[in-house]
């Protein structure tokens, strides 16, 4: 059993920058490691997935230029930049065994607790 446990949320105004932490344990070699995030009465929306194994991340058009993904042993990262209002959500982490890494939210089966990110005008 996968548990992941996410790290780094809080508020910031526009234009700053955060660095999201989620620790794994109990995940082997040969997952898929993402991040979505979901704002209040919007849809649940990807925002980054890589594999462990290397490779080119997938991320969302809505972030592309602004957010980096990175997998570090047993910890995957999401760095924010450029954070803008409506980069507002809670950030869920996810883990899926697979080397194919969709945006997709009912693709991963292991989800951490969340962590809220607040951006500010």
């Known amino acids: 059993q996968v548990q992941l446990v996410e790290s780094g949320g809080g508020s910031v105004q526009t234009g700053g920058s955060l660095r999201l932490s989620c620790t794994a344990s109990g995940r082997g070699y040969n997952y898929c490691m993402g991040w979505f995030r979901q704002a209040p009465g ?16 997938n991320y969302g058009d809505a972030v592309k230029g602004r957010f980096i993904i990175t997998i570090d ?15 507002t ?20 089966r292991y989800w951490g607790q969340g962590t809220q990110v607040t951006v500010s005008s």
């Open 42 to 57: 919007k849809e649940r929306e990807g925002v980054a997935a890589a594999y462990t194994g290397g490779g080119t991340p």
């Open 73 to 87: 042993k047993e910890t995957t990262y999401l760095q924010l930049n450029s954070l803008k209002p409506e980069d």
């Open 89 to 108: 959500a809670m950030y869920y982490c996810v883990a899926e065994p697979s080397t194919y890494c969709p945006l997709r939210s009912t693709y991963y």
